[in-house]
C-alpha cells in the first residue's frame, strides 16, 4: 500500500476521492489540476466525502518551471512518491514522469499508473515505456475499455521503477 501518492489530472476529484478511499491510515495523496476551477471543484467534493484531510490538491502542473515540482517537494519534506497515477494530458504523461524522476520524487519501486494508453491515446508514454522495459521501468499492460462504457477499448499501463537514473 502507497504511503504517498500523486494523481496529475483531478478533473473533479472522481479518482482522487476513489484513491483517497483506498489508502491506508497516515497516507497521503496529493492531486496536480491545471485548471483552477475544477481543482476548487475537487476540493469541494473531497470535503463532502470526508477525505479531505487525506488529500491536498495543487493548482498548477508539473510542466510550469518548476513551481508545482518545488511546492510537492516541500510538501513531502524529502520523501518520494510510491504510486503515481497519470490520468492528464496524455501529450506530457513522459515530460512530466520524467520531470518527477529527475527531481528525485521516486524511488526504486515507485508505481506508475498511466490511464487511456489505447484510447485516446498516449503513444509516446508506450514508446518511452517499451525502450525503457526490463531497465528502468517493469511494466504490465492492462486492457480495458474507456469509462463508463463497455464498447471503447483501452489500455492502462502499470509500471515499476527498477532503477533510478
Do not use: C
Not at 34 to 44: I, V
Not at 74 to 79: A, E, P, Q, Y
Not at 105 to 131: C, I, Q, T, W
Request: proline letters at 3%; charged letters at 25%; zero cysteines.
Amino acid at each position: 500500500m502507497p504511503k504517498y501518492a500523486i494523481e496529475l489530472g483531478a478533473y473533479i476529484g472522481y479518482s482522487a476521492l476513489r484513491i483517497a478511499k483506498r489508502l491506508m491510515e497516515g497516507a497521503h495523496l496529493f492531486s496536480v489540476e491545471f485548471s483552477a476551477d475544477n481543482a476548487a471543484l475537487t476540493r469541494r467534493v473531497l470535503e463532502h466525502a470526508g477525505v479531505s484531510d487525506r488529500v491536498t490538491v495543487v493548482t498548477g502542473s508539473i510542466g510550469d518551471g518548476g513551481e508545482t515540482v518545488a511546492t510537492l517537494e516541500k510538501k513531502l519534506g524529502g520523501r518520494a512518491f510510491d504510486l503515481v497515477f497519470l490520468d492528464h494530458d496524455k501529450d506530457v504523461y513522459v515530460p512530466d514522469l520524467k520531470s518527477l524522476l529527475e527531481a528525485d520524487l521516486l524511488h526504486v519501486g515507485s508505481v506508475v499508473v498511466a490511464d487511456n494508453v489505447g484510447f485516446p491515446g498516449a503513444p509516446k508514454y508506450r514508446a518511452y515505456m517499451n525502450e525503457h522495459e526490463g531497465g528502468l521501468w517493469k511494466t504490465i499492460e492492462h486492457k480495458t475499455h474507456m469509462e463508463y462504457q463497455s464498447i471503447i477499448p483501452d489500455v492502462v499501463l502499470e509500471s515499476t521503477l527498477q532503477s533510478t537514473i
